[in-house]
């Protein structure tokens, strides 16, 4: 079984900034795809950023060039850089990781269990 934990929501000011963590632990052999989601009230939870496991990245055309998001494999980590923020980045943040838990086994996702990021002035 894999686990992820997210960490660094909060409150914040319009214009400033916020680093997400999210940490997998558990049965883990490889991880593919690294990503963070977010769902606001009443909305529907959307892809904010992703990082492959060749480092490549995409990000939704509402945070390029204010978010970034980084992995760290020797550590099983995924962070969001969050600049620039704004009332709208308001929400629920969800990491998601693709995990294969042994040689052979299948690549499955698995998420994190939610960090809130509130921007308010």
């Known amino acids: 079984q894999v686990q992820l934990v997210e960490s660094g929501g909060g409150l914040v000011q319009p214009g400033g900034s916020l680093r997400l963590s999210c940490a997998a632990s558990?049965?883990?052999?490889?991880?593919?795809?690294m990503a963070w989601y977010r769902q606001a009230p009443e909305k529907q939870r959307e892809l904010v950023a992703i990082?492959?496991?060749?480092?490549?990245?995409n990000y939704a055309d509402s945070v390029k060039g204010r978010f970034t998001i980084s992995r760290d494999n020797a550590k099983n980590t995924v962070d969001l850089q969050m600049n620039s923020l704004k009332p709208d980045d308001t929400a629920v943040y969800y990491c998601?990781?693709?995990?294969?838990?042994?040689?052979?086994?299948?690549?499955?996702?698995?998420w994190g269990q939610g960090t809130h990021v509130t921007v308010s002035s």
């Open positions: 558990g049965s883990i052999f490889s991880i593919y795809n």
């Open positions: 998601k990781m693709v995990v294969r838990e042994s040689i052979g086994g299948p690549a499955q996702p698995y």
């Open positions: 990082i492959y496991s060749s480092g490549g990245t």
